[in-house]
């Protein structure tokens, strides 16, 4: 059977603005509109590495870039070009209720210290033995730790190993003295706590948000437009002095902001209908651009000399060389 | 064009009837007296031109398309296929079916439109064919059928044994589902122990299944101890069981003895509602009413209560489960025969009395069955958990605390991710396997006691 | 008290029947006991009942109305040409008729402010009134749009104007041209069709169910098209003509097993089966209908046995008896009589594939898609995995229509429970 | 009428354990009974005939007023028990029925064991104070109810396996247990055979030492053999009622006369 | 015995209609009948009577295979319809059944008009072409049934409307209506009262003007009214089968004899 309509999968955090692309699309064309499907970035990538054809999708949404692996996986199935599309940002960010009586301003350190499995205790490697934030440092509010996370299955919680917990690490003055270097880190700094404080609560931002709501004492971590959206009942947490927000994000300020793509299938492009007229509506400049509806959505824009590279290196359909 | 085929069908096969009862009515007019009804030798005639030719629709409207594209693929001109992988041939093939749509990407080569033409003629020759297949079998079956027709002819036992194999064949669908399940269950979790040792999996306490997804990426070291896991499906069924028995029974005790008519008309109908509701909506409920209200209340007892406490999920799957066994205690009360009733009444029992010390006693195999049934249901609940309970399995009973479970284990291991090659996606085929072979193992349990019961009053 | 112990004795001693001892009235106090509890446990369920009811309807009420914005355009054939259409400006349009009634609103910087006021369907309302009557260029015409989510939000009173502006997605400005417009009676409040009547969209006000209940409709049409006749046929078959054995003990076992198997392993037995084998399309409700049937099948085979089986053994003795074959007698005797059970049971099973979520999120059935399915085989959402789209997304109108659609199912679910209990109640036949 | 064996009896007049007046029932708007007045004796036999659908069995149901579990039954008029009336809103017929024992059609043992279905009506109305009394009292009913010495060795064994005769003996039991002044049976031995029948008419032959005895029957040879009252009901209305020995040679009423002699067994 | 009246019968021999030989039934383990050999003639009336599960109904269902249906129930040995063994297998049960009809003891009318009832069967043997064949059959077997009368005028009513006794010869006119040539029949009476009662066994009389009947019954006067023929069955054996008034009067075998004269109506 042929396929007339364009099928997306990939990253739930690129899902809304692939769906606001979509709509867009297809109201501004008449032509049937893409089927989005939010699968997380790592499911988007098996189902998009799955091979050519008609039974694949043609793109997928990451909320991080394409790895090594899924590349090899996706050339061992025959899906040999493929091109990235770097179109955004999303500000990941730790908020909280309006209604906590706290100020809140933490360190990646102190992140860590919080979320991490294992920290230094008296100079020792040891499983992480604080409970209460006043624990980790006395002008820390004295209350639980409680965070609500992403699940080890998303993007997002690779994001924020990445971006705040490896960072946190190396902060700490333990791995500062000992010397250690980044493949330490990686190795003993990824896992995030099992034993209550740090809460995986599933991939619906909307859920921890409303939890958070009903809980003033819990820690969230997810998209920054959640948090734009409600901003009346939820405050960005800052890091390091700053707050989450649009400007902050883009000029990555604010810890832990991260690049957001979608992969394209070359092979599928000439042969499903509408695909490169709808590549071309995504990375327009009214969708991606500055006032763009993707940044009404919360999406933070590229700043612009590195969008107007982005949009040509796609509509050029590039194939993008095997990641390092 | 499928749908003349049915048309075609349709009409053949009622013509069949007509004409074979008709010829039956002629034998019965000349005195002889049929050994089967004319109206069966009818419905012999229609049902052995129906089953069989609708069978040939079906099987053709499955290999219609992979067929015609195999042709249409195989008589491309040679060369152009070279070096392509299935998946390239699959686009070209697309690329083909666009054009017969009108779709086309500039200017194609020749060779393209020419197999769109192909295609197209195919499809048509394709269906024209089959119209006529369908014609001309029905016709065939329709003429040896009715020279069938006679007056000994056993066509009742003749239609009765197609009736028969086409309800066979209904059950074959129900245990082949039984049997995909298990196959596909039991060939991935063997899978899984191929990579696991079952020992480990089995009698393992720690459960943490978020080894690296890809070669590069990090996180916790797989554990797969399922004890963790099942010990929080115990901590939050029993929740359930604890909230879902007493309520139920005690409505059912009431809607039974107590309740006037009027009153049994609403309630009954409403509790049902409770059960009714999609689970997806009871872990909304749970995780955004419940637990907030229960963390709370412990709060203001200084009493630490986790965010993801069983006792949230536990609590709402309990209350999802009061209809489930208070309509099985209610039937299992009604069941009692109303002479054991009058018997106690007469000898001077209150009414209390004789449902507490009679009745109940007489129907307690149903009720356990029935409340056996609900913890097969309890502990396949999925949605309610997924939302509710946690997600991290730890070695604890106390409900106030945060614990996972098997189901919830096996929607986060799949959900997402679809690679069917690491552990981490086998072992939710191992859970369910698990979970399989519990809910079998009550569900006998609950066949035998409620049959034995059964026995007492048949 | 009568007593036999000291009958042979003195005969029994005759009490009066109005005499009303203490324990009698212990007796007594017994039986109010537990008809209280069984009161309270009828209370408890219907609290917690109605508080998820009252929940959801809280949050859920407001979408079921949506704020609309009447506004007189003057289609401005500078900027929309009866030749480019259906493209053309009608966003600019709708902004200059915006910017008349506002007149502290600069036209230069407050345009793009002022044209958010209005929803980003607005102007398709207005392309699509225009394509249709081109006429209509040139001319000032009234059309009624709705506005977007923010100020839909404000209008519902869910935004407090009280919050510092920082906190808000509308600034007091803002809120200063909306209730310009408020008093210059432009806005209206009326009944929200467009939540049946929409597909989905990624924008609050124009978001829909339709996709969703054409979905579910396909769904359950094929799911009703397959376990109804293969669950009566496999039923009557285990009940009435299979040999009662080992073998047939472990197929009920395992039938009634398969009620209780968690809904995502058929899921998972879908996505392996149909979609990797069988190479049927993903998203289709056609798939998500086979795999529903597989679940609602073992619930109508245990529905219809029960309801065979309650048929009396007289029924089948009686025809037998003036020489009706086994078949005769089923499906000219028992079937009919047991119809209502059997209808019952389908309906309750197909309410309960209704609400059915799990499943189908494994055979992605969970997709944004912003048209309805015309045919089974069109990728679609169904009721329940369109309420876990929308409780996922960011805008807050989504929140509310979240609880709505919830709303609208459980309607459904109540429609079809109270149709099966009417059936029950017609029919119920006591022999 | 050549084929009864007339029980002999005494002349002594007995005292009235029961008395009914102008006993109506209705169910929803059947009128069942129809202003019927019977005096129940004490230590005597009455038995009720008259075909089926008649109104005996709902006639013995108002008089330990079973009938209240009916929902649509209706019972006007009077019946009083020793001079109390069982109708008058202060009595409470869990304690009538105390007094006013009830054996039933169909043999219907609980499903307990033997003891515990006899020492059901003696717990709930706490008669004895110690398993010793508990015990003799079982043991007591079950040889009034003829039936200990099959069961002595079983008593644990559950009531329900019992045959049908032993299990109707056995229901007998379990309402003599309770000490009762009137032993209300309906049907008792329909659903028997010959020789279970036999076994029961002679322990109701003996019961009538102690109690006021009730019984409904289909079979007149039945009633001719056990009672020394008989009560003909037909349509709801109690045609003749009196000596049974005059009831079955000499009945007074043509519709009694009829239907004795269309006797059918 | 001296009660007894018994139906004045001619000397002459019929004709065997039913032939069983060394007929041995089981219920799974349960050896229910143990080797029975019985004649039923044709034009006769015969009684099985016997104490409560001696295989009486067990027996009977197995002269019409309604056996078959129980799944445990084993039969073994020959039984022969007009000296036709009716279980070979190539013989249809079905067929079998529409010429060896069956009445249950409890009265089973379809939940259907009367009209429809009594037309099922001839309906489904096709034994009338047109509408009016089948009224008249109708009409005919009502006749037989002697309940045309009370029927007649609402044909189209329930069957489940009518009264017990009603519907018991609601069910013979139904078994009448296919033409049976033997009738079966459980009990019929045990459900119906006695005037109901008198006019089954009335029809039963009758209906040996054309078919054999066979009639299992509890009741000794019953079987002594209307049979010719009476076998006593005893613990699954046949203990002794003769003219009714020989084993009623002078029974050869101590069992009968002591059956007999225990005897309670
Ligand atoms: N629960 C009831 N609801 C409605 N009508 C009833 C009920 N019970 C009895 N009847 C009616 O009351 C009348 C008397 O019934 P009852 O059972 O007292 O007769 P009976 O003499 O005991 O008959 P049988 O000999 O058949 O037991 C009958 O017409 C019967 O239909
Ligand atoms: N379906 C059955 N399954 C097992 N055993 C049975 C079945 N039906 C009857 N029996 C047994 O077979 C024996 C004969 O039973 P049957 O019903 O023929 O007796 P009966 O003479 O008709 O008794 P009754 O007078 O009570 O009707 C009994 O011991 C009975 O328990
Ligand atoms: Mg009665
Ligand atoms: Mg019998
Ligand atoms: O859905 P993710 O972006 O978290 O992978």
Redesign the pocket.
């Known amino acids: 059977q042929g396929r007339e309509e364009i099928r997306v999968v990939g990253s739930s955090t690129v899902f809304p603005y692939s769906q606001a692309a979509a709509e867009q699309f297809s109201n501004n064309t008449g032509a049937t509109s893409p089927i989005v499907e939010s699968t997380g970035t790592g499911g988007g990538m098996q189902i998009f590495c799955g091979g050519v054809g008609v039974a694949h999708a043609d793109l997928t949404g990451a909320s991080r870039a394409m790895t090594q692996s899924e590349f090899d996986l996706c050339a061992s199935n025959g899906v040999t070009e493929i091109t990235e599309a770097l179109i955004g940002f999303d500000g990941l960010s730790l908020a909280i209720s309006r209604a906590s009586e706290f100020s809140w301003d933490l360190s990646l350190e102190q992140v860590y210290l919080a979320l991490a499995a294992q920290v230094p205790v008296d100079g020792v490697w040891a499983d992480n033995p604080y409970q209460r934030w006043s624990d980790i440092d006395a002008s820390l509010p004295d209350i639980e730790i409680i965070v609500l996370g992403p699940p080890p299955t998303s993007g997002t919680r690779d994001a924020f190993v990445e971006l705040a917990m490896h960072v946190g690490c190396e902060e700490l003055e333990f791995v500062q003295a000992g010397g250690f270097d980044g493949d330490w880190v990686e190795e003993n700094c990824s896992r995030m706590r099992t034993d209550g404080p740090f809460i995986e609560a599933g991939e619906n931002d909307n859920l921890i948000v409303q939890r958070l709501q009903s809980d003033p004492n819990a820690l969230g971590i997810f998209g920054y437009s959640f948090v734009f959206e409600n901003l009346d009942t939820i405050q960005g947490v800052a890091l390091n002095g700053v707050a989450p927000s649009f400007d902050t994000i883009a000029s990555f300020d604010y810890g832990v902001a991260r690049p957001l793509f979608f992969y394209i299938k070359n092979a599928h492009v000439g042969v499903i209908p509408n695909l490169m007229e709808f590549i071309e509506e995504f990375i327009s400049e009214e969708s991606i651009g500055p006032g763009g509806y993707q940044s009404e959505r919360g999406m933070v824009p590229l700043p612009d000399a590195d969008r107007a590279a982005a949009q040509a290196a796609t509509l050029a359909l590039t194939p993008m060389a095997r990641p390092e | 064009m499928t749908l003349l085929a049915f048309m075609i069908l349709a009409a053949l096969a009622v013509s069949g009837f007509l004409l074979n009862r008709s010829a039956a009515l002629a034998i019965q007019a000349g005195g002889t007296r049929t050994h089967s009804l004319a109206y069966f030798h009818g419905l012999y005639a229609l049902l052995s031109v129906l089953v069989p030719v609708f069978v040939v629709i079906c099987v053709y409207l499955v290999l219609k398309t992979p067929v015609i594209n195999g042709m249409v693929i195989g008589g491309l001109p040679d060369g152009v296929l070279d070096d392509m992988s299935a998946g390239q041939v699959d686009l070209v093939l697309a690329t083909i079916q666009s054009i017969t749509r009108g779709q086309t990407f500039g200017t194609p080569p020749d060779w393209q439109l020419a197999a769109a033409e192909r295609l197209t003629s195919l499809y048509a020759g394709a269906d024209l064919l089959m119209v006529v297949v369908v014609a001309a079998l029905s016709a065939v079956i329709l003429f040896f059928v009715r020279r069938q027709v006679a007056a000994e002819f056993r066509a009742r036992q003749a239609a009765e044994r197609i009736v028969h194999g086409l309800m066979v064949a209904c059950s074959l669908v129900a245990i082949l589902t039984t049997v995909g399940i298990v196959f596909a269950l039991v060939y991935e979790a063997y899978r899984f122990f191929e990579m696991v040792p079952v020992m480990d999996f089995l009698f393992g306490t720690r459960w943490e299944p978020q080894i690296p997804i890809r070669a590069d990426q990090v996180a916790a070291v797989g554990a797969f101890g399922w004890l963790p896991v099942i010990l929080g499906t115990v901590v939050i069924g029993t929740v359930a069981m604890l909230i879902a028995t007493p309520i139920g029974l005690l409505t059912a005790i009431y809607l039974n003895e107590f309740a006037p008519k009027s009153v049994r008309a609403v309630v009954k109908p409403v509790l049902e509602i409770l059960s009714g509701v999609p689970t997806v909506v009871y872990g909304f409920f749970a995780i955004l009413v419940v637990a907030p209200a229960l963390r709370g209340t412990g709060a203001d007892l200084g009493i630490a209560v986790s965010s993801n406490t069983a006792l949230a999920a536990g609590g709402v799957m309990g209350i999802m489960l009061i209809p489930f066994i208070s309509s099985f205690a209610d039937d299992a009360l009604t069941a009692v025969p109303r002479s054991l009733r009058d018997g106690s009444l007469a000898l001077g029992a209150t009414r209390g009395e004789t449902m507490l010390k009679v009745l109940f006693p007489a129907a307690i195999p149903g009720i356990v069955g029935g409340i056996l049934l609900a913890v097969s249901r309890a502990i396949g609940e999925t949605m309610i958990v997924v939302m509710a309970a946690g997600l991290i399995a730890r070695m604890t009973i106390n409900p106030l605390d945060s614990v996972t479970t098997v189901t919830v284990q096996i929607v986060t291991l799949l959900i997402g991710d679809t690679a069917f090659d690491n552990p981490k996606t086998l072992a939710a085929f191992a859970l369910g396997l698990m979970l399989f072979i519990l809910t079998l193992g009550i569900n006998i349990l609950a066949l035998r006691i409620v049959r034995k019961y059964r026995e007492i009053y048949d | 008290m009568a007593d036999i112990t000291n009958s042979g004795t003195g005969g029994p001693r005759k009490s009066s029947l109005t005499e009303s001892s203490a324990k009698i009235a212990k007796r007594k106090r017994a039986d109010l006991i537990l008809q209280g509890f069984g009161i309270g446990a009828i209370l408890t369920a219907f609290t917690v009942l109605f508080i998820l009811v009252a929940s959801l309807v809280s949050t859920g009420y407001t979408a079921f109305v949506q704020t609309h914005v009447t506004l007189q355009v003057f289609v401005d054939p500078a900027e929309v040409a009866e030749e480019r259409l259906p493209r053309g400006g009608f966003q600019e349009v709708l902004t200059a008729s915006l910017l008349s009634n506002l007149p502290d609103a600069d036209p230069e910087s407050d345009a793009r402010a002022v044209r958010n006021i209005l929803s980003n369907g607005a102007q398709f309302y207005l392309r699509d009134r225009i394509v249709a009557n081109p006429s209509l260029i040139g001319q000032t015409i009234s059309i009624t749009v709705p506005v977007s989510d923010p100020f839909d939000q404000l209008n519902k009173g869910n935004v407090d104007r009280a919050t510092p502006e920082a906190q808000r997605r509308v600034n007091d400005r803002e809120i200063g041209w909306f209730d310009a417009l408020d008093t210059a009676g432009m806005i209206a409040t009326p009944l929200n069709w467009g939540l049946i009547t929409n597909a989905d969209s990624r924008f609050p006000e124009l978001a829909g169910l339709r996709g969703a209940l054409v979905g579910t409709f396909w769904a359950l049409l094929t799911c009703f098209l397959i376990s109804f006749p293969i669950g009566i046929g496999a039923a009557i078959y285990l009940e009435e003509f299979a040999p009662k054995n080992k073998l047939s003990d472990f197929i009920e076992v395992n039938i009634n097993n398969l009620a209780a198997v968690p809904s995502v392993v058929f899921g998972l037995l879908a996505l392996a089966v149909f979609l990797n084998w069988f190479g049927l399309p993903r998203s289709a409700p056609f798939v998500g209908g086979l795999t529903l049937a597989l679940m609602t099948m073992p619930t109508i085979i245990i529905a219809t046995r029960a309801a065979l089986k309650a048929v009396p053994p007289s029924i089948r003795e009686a025809a037998l008896g003036v020489g009706a074959s086994k078949q005769q007698v089923v499906f000219g005797h028992v079937l009919p009589l047991a119809m209502p059970g059997i209808l019952t049971g389908t309906i309750i099973g197909l309410a309960q594939a209704l609400g059915e979520t799990a499943p189908l999120l494994l055979i992605g059935m969970n997709a944004f898609i912003t048209s309805a399915a015309s045919s089974p085989f069109d990728a679609s959402t169904a009721l329940p995995t369109q309420i876990f789209i929308w409780a996922d997304s960011p805008e807050r109108g989504f929140v509310s229509r979240t609880s709505a659609a919830i709303l609208v199912l459980l309607g459904f679910l109540v429609l079809m429970n109270g149709m099966a209990i009417y059936l029950r109640n017609k029919f119920e036949r006591r022999w | 009428m050549n084929d009864m064996r007339l029980t002999e009896r005494g002349v002594e007049t007995k005292q009235i354990k029961m008395k009914a007046r102008g006993v109506e029932v209705f169910?929803?708007d059947?009128h069942?009974i129809k202003s019927v007045d019977v005096d129940i004796e004490d230590h005597t036999v009455t038995a009720f005939i008259?075909p089926?659908?008649?109104?005996?069995?709902?006639?013995l149901r108002c008089l330990n007023r079973m009938n209240d579990t009916?929902d649509?039954?209706r019972v006007t008029g009077d019946i009083h028990l020793d001079g109390e009336d069982i109708y008058d809103p202060r009595i409470d017929p869990v304690q009538l029925r105390a007094k006013v024992g009830m054996v039933f059609q169909k043999p219907n043992p609980f499903p307990k064991s033997i003891y515990d279905n006899v020492a059901y009506g003696p717990k709930i109305h706490g008669l004895a104070r110690t398993k010793a009394e508990l015990d003799e009292i079982v043991e007591k009913s079950l040889r009034r109810a003829a039936i200990w010495n099959e069961v002595k060795d079983r008593l644990d064994a559950p009531g329900t396996g019992l045959s049908g005769g032993q299990q109707q003996r056995l229901c007998i039991a379990r309402a003599v247990a309770t000490g009762p002044e009137v032993l209300l049976m309906d049907?008792p031995c329909s659903a028997l055979d010959p020789i279970a029948t036999a076994q029961v008419e002679e322990l109701i032959d003996e019961l009538r030492q102690s109690y006021s005895v009730v019984i409904?029957t289909?079979s007149m040879q039945q009633a001719a053999r056990v009672s020394q009252k008989t009560a003909f009901?037909h349509l709801?209305t109690l045609v003749e009622f009196g000596e049974t020995s005059k009831i079955f040679t000499n009945p007074e009423d043509p519709r009694t006369e009829s239907y004795i002699t269309g006797r059918i067994g």
């Open positions: 169910y929803g059947t069942a008259g089926s659908g008649c109104g005996k069995s709902t006639f009916i649509i039954c049907e409904v289909h009901f709801g």
